[in-house]
């Protein structure tokens, strides 16, 4: 009971709290305390809950147990991310990013194969392909070389589709401004057309993140070696070791995020010219 | 139009593709049944085995067109053997995942337009919740609502939702507020009604955001849906016939549910931007 009362507690006061942060003139304390405010206290009432309702570990485990999970079992959740982030997501990432990227450049080189390409890239960036994880389990084998593959299909279409969209932004003015300057087809692709993509190219590399963690992780439901989040995740929900289960997907929580921030980063020091981006720049 | 050449030359060469591949992945087979009957294969017959095999590595096409037939055509539609049945299975999670999603996000979308608190701290969480790997948590969702004592459809739904209400939110928040402040201040100065600037600037002119955001909704509600079939133990569905062919090596059955999920998927994205033309014609916005 005491728990439940406290749970109340807790949520009118981070209620009544973030009302008076968002009445004050925002500025960017306020609109990062905002969020982790809100965040906080949903976890506390979390905790609360499930401690006042007495409700079963098997079925949700508080947020104390996975964080002491998360410091017990330190290193099977690092053997499982350095397996599916890095062997599998990242490498996985790197080339359909590259391939799609230098397709792009051909398809923008070559008309025909634009005007060809694009619409079966859009149709194909809709359609539920992370259902090939089976076919690319059975021909690259249980490993992480078959994530990496699927992860390599699952980017390559969205990838595709931004790059060549964004190799069309460059203005006619601009690219007549460069002939005028007597510069052929590479100096105008590297000095214009390029820097131009720049921001179409990053949200299709920021899509990209989100469904590589997912291609990784869901290909393993398919087959793994014994290590592996997918795996891990697959198998404890079958020991109704939940905890660990929340121990992975916070890590993937934190990984996924990290990962979108990272390049969220790098496009913020490339684009620094765009509008979207010139807005926060302090 | 002038783009139905270079697509069919596309969509042709695909296809010359995967014959071609079929014969490169399933010619190792092919020869290591030849060897072992102590006979060697010429050219035509290598190429027609491997276009022909029951387990191939890669199913040619046509083999993928006769399986689709049959479980299609072939069987009764309400027998397990029936791609029809499977692919209802999967679609009715799908639609059920699809109209929650879209109420919820449609809500939240309301609540960040009109509430500023809300703004500030639920926007950036249903942002970050998208960097994580949602499908993550699918076996978990319906292990524990199957302990709760739902199963079925709704554990399906449920995950189906989760992924398809994020675009209407973000579509929806973008859509409600794109009338300007011109527009706005035109409905103050006919004392409107909060009710009434919704009903009648908002709502309307969020429509062509709502039908986008909607057509990437069905196509993540889709994905949802296959996956959460999938820890159940391949009861019924895509996803379990994606599952059990992987389990058992049938990689034609493997291809032709994928083709089937294809279709569904185009189809409700083609019924979507259908009624996304019909309806902002009547408006006059398109």
């Known amino acids: 009971m005491i728990w439940l009362l406290l749970g109340i507690a807790v949520w009118g006061g981070g209620w009544a709290l973030n009302i008076w942060l968002s009445g004050r003139p925002v500025s960017t304390a306020t609109s990062l305390a905002v969020p982790v405010v809100f965040g906080l206290t949903l976890v506390v009432i979390w905790e609360c809950l499930v401690r006042g309702l007495e409700i079963s570990p098997i079925l949700l485990p508080p947020p104390t147990a996975i964080g002491a999970r998360v410091a017990v079992s330190g290193d099977i959740l690092w053997e499982d991310f350095v397996q599916t982030v890095i062997k599998g997501a990242l490498s996985g990432y790197v080339i359909g990013c590259l391939a799609a990227f230098g397709v792009a450049l051909l398809a923008d080189r070559f008309v025909f194969l634009r005007r060809g390409l694009l619409p079966v890239g859009n149709f194909v960036a809709a359609l539920p392909i992370i259902g090939l994880a089976p076919i690319m389990v059975m021909w690259f084998g249980f490993d992480w070389q078959s994530k990496a593959a699927i992860v390599v299909v699952m980017v390559f279409f969205p990838m595709l589709v ?6 069309l932004a460059a203005e006619t003015m601009q690219r007549d401004l460069m002939r005028t300057y007597g510069a052929g087809y590479w100096t105008t692709l590297v000095k214009l057309r390029l820097p131009a993509a720049m921001p179409f190219i990053f949200n299709g590399l920021k899509i990209a993140t989100t469904l590589a963690l997912i291609g990784a992780i869901v290909a393993e439901f398919f087959g793994s070696p014994i290590r592996g989040m997918g795996f891990r995740i697959s198998t404890s929900v079958g020991q109704l070791a939940l905890d660990l289960v929340w121990a992975e997907i916070l890590v993937a929580a934190v990984a996924g995020s990290a990962f979108y921030g990272a390049v969220a980063l790098i496009e913020r020091a490339v684009t620094f010219w765009h509008p979207s981006q010139r807005g926060r720049a302090r | 139009m002038r783009s139905v050449v270079p697509v069919l030359t596309v969509v042709g060469a695909i296809f010359v593709i995967w014959y071609a591949a079929a014969v490169w992945l399933n010619a190792p087979w092919a020869r290591d049944v030849a060897a072992r009957a102590d006979r060697t294969l010429s050219v035509t017959e290598l190429v027609a085995d491997t276009w022909a095999q029951d387990k191939p590595k890669l199913p040619a096409p046509h083999q993928v067109a006769v399986e689709l037939w049959d479980t299609v055509v072939g069987q009764n539609v309400t027998s397990k053997r029936s791609l029809v049945y499977h692919a209802w299975v999967t ?24 509430n500023r608190v809300m703004d500030m701290s639920v926007m950036p969480w249903v942002i970050a919740s998208q960097t994580i790997p949602i499908l993550a948590i699918a076996p978990m969702i319906i292990v524990v609502l199957n302990a709760v004592g739902l199963s079925g459809l709704l554990p399906k739904a449920i995950i189906s939702m989760y992924l398809s209400f994020f675009p209407i939110v973000v579509g929806m928040v973008k859509g409600l507020r794109s009338p300007d402040v011109m527009m706005l201040d035109q409905m103050r100065t006919w004392n409107a009604t909060r009710v009434q600037e919704f009903l009648k600037l908002r709502l309307p002119s969020s429509m062509p955001y709502l039908f986008t955001s909607m057509k990437i909704a069905m196509a993540a509600s889709l994905v949802g849906a296959i996956v959460g079939e999938l820890p ?14 992987s389990y058992y090596g049938q990689t034609i059955q493997i291809w032709s549910a994928l083709i089937m999920a294809a279709v569904l998927a185009a189809t409700a994205v083609a019924l979507i931007g259908l009624a996304q033309r019909v309806v902002l014609k009547r408006m006059g916005m398109a």
């Open chain 1, 162 to 167: 931004n790059t060549v969209q964004g190799l």
């Open chain 2, 91 to 114: 679609l009715s999670a799908t639609l059920l995942g699809f109209a929650m999603g879209t109420a919820l996000g449609f809500v939240l979308a309301l609540g960040i337009v009109y």
């Open chain 2, 232 to 245: 159940t133990g391949a009861v019924a569905g895509l996803g379990a016939r994606l599952l059990a062919g």
